[in-house]
């Protein structure tokens, strides 16, 4: 479980602006409303061998690149 950075935040901004746009929800304007407030409850949850394999080819990404210098 991690934090949400910038751009995890503003993608989330952006589905539950969405979700009030199609439902008129209640608990979505009052998100929107308090989103500074909100923004901090939100995490990231993400399974350890997906982690790996994301580190994996990040670690693969920046091999290439130094190769290629």
Known sequence: ????DEN??????ALV???Y???QSA???R???GWSEYA???AKVMPVEYRKVLASQH??????????I
């Open 1 to 4: 479980i991690d934090p949400l």
């Open 8 to 13: 995890d935040l503003q993608l989330v901004h």
């Open 17 to 19: 602006r969405r979700h």
């Open 21 to 23: 746009d199609y439902t």
């Open 27 to 29: 608990v979505a304007w």
């Open 31 to 33: 998100v929107l409303a």
């Open 40 to 42: 901090r409850k939100f």
């Open 59 to 68: 670690l693969d990404t920046e091999a290439a690149k130094l190769a290629s």
